[in-house]
């Protein structure tokens, strides 16, 4: 019985909800341009994506009694675990610039070596031009490759990002629709320690819409950016 209590893994406490933000579906502004609305979706579309930040860890230095003579210099305590192990952040050339992964449902991690090292996708390093975040999707579609976006953009690129892939996912796509006629989104802030997570959560009604400008062959949307965007606190995780 002993065994098994010590064999049974910690529980990780839950996820601590920092900010919500919440805009309701409304309709798409299609400005000057002269719309036909072909078809519209009998019902709505609505998908999530996490975005894990980098561990912001930064250890304390540990000093203990020196061995030398005088006894003025500390010595410091050398990491151990997987802090000590874990492979150097990605950089991307662009310098001031995210690196977001893209990655499927589970987060991007191997398996341990032979050696028992360990690759893991988040990072020691603090926020800087070096550091990334990994995205994977809450449903069990693949990876969609790499992409970068600028700093000054943290939170705003990450919704405008999920609102892209919502437009370019096999959902929309089997509807036949190439537009949102109307669409809203919810932002969620998570922390955990020194674990931060950004959920985003995009949803609208799929139509297909032609006219100037517009066509089924090489569609261009009518909106840029998700509506109310300026209301999104732009802050890194």
Known sequence: MRGL????????????VVDHTVVAPVPADFGEADVVILFIAPRDVSKTY??????????ALD????????GIL????????SWRRQRPPLTDPAAGRWVISLSGFKRNRTARSRSGSTSSSYSTSTIGPESY?????????????HRTLSRSTGTRGALILARDQLLHSLVLE??????????????????????????????GRPALVVGMGLGNNDPILPRTTPPFLDILEDTAL
């Open 5 to 16: 209590l010590l064999s049974r893994r910690a529980v990780q406490p839950a996820w601590e």
């Open 50 to 59: 996490t975005f894990d930040a980098p561990f912001l860890f930064q250890p």
């Open 63 to 70: 000093p203990e009694p020196s061995s030398s003579s005088n």
């Open 74 to 81: 500390p010595r410091i305590k050398r990491l151990s675990g």
């Open 133 to 145: 975040l990994t995205m994977y999707e809450s449903s069990s579609y693949s990876s969609f490759g």
């Open 174 to 203: 089997s509807s036949g629709g190439n537009v949102l006629l109307y669409e809203g989104w919810a932002v969620t802030r998570l922390r955990r320690g020194c674990e931060r997570r950004l959920q985003v959560q995009y949803y």
